[in-house]
Nanobody, 126 residues
Framework: QVQLVESGGGLVQAGGSLKLSCAAS????????MAWFRQAPGKAREFVAG???????TYVESVKGRFTITRDNAKNTVYLLMNSLTPEDTAVYYC????????????????????WGQGTQVTVSS
């Protein structure tokens, strides 16, 4: 059974930093793409950052230069370091793992991910 367990959200002032973690079990992250999505109140879920199974990285334009996605293969865990946070980053953040074994590109569509973490709230105050 695949399970993703997130941690690390919280309340931070604008300009601050947070680091999210997503520990996977039941599926090896070096064989599947993994991604972070977020959903703000009243908005659709959006792709934030992700890894292909080979380690290629993609970011949504709005977080480039501020967010860094990393992974620890030994721990089967993916991280999202978020710096220079703004109130516009306020959302519930979800990690997700691709449904396709060794997909050759990184999908930014939530429908291509079949297991999700429980979500962690990130709130940035101004």
């Amino acid at each position: 059974q695949v399970q993703l367990v997130e941690s690390g959200g919280g309340l931070v002032q604008a300009g601050g930093s947070l680091k999210l973690s997503c520990a996977a079990s039941g599926r090896t992250i070096t064989n599947y793409a993994m991604a972070w999505f977020r959903q703000a109140p009243g908005k659709a879920r959006e792709f934030v950052a992700g890894f292909t199974w080979t380690g290629g990285i993609t970011y949504v334009e709005s977080v480039k230069g501020r967010f860094t996605i990393t992974r620890d293969n030994a721990k089967n865990t993916v991280y999202l370091l978020m710096n220079s946070l703004t109130p516009e980053d306020t959302a519930v953040y979800y990690c997700a793992i691709d449904r396709t074994y060794r997909r050759t590109w990184l999908s930014t569509r939530s429908a291509d991910y079949d297991y999700w973490g429980q979500g962690t709230q990130v709130t940035v105050s101004s």
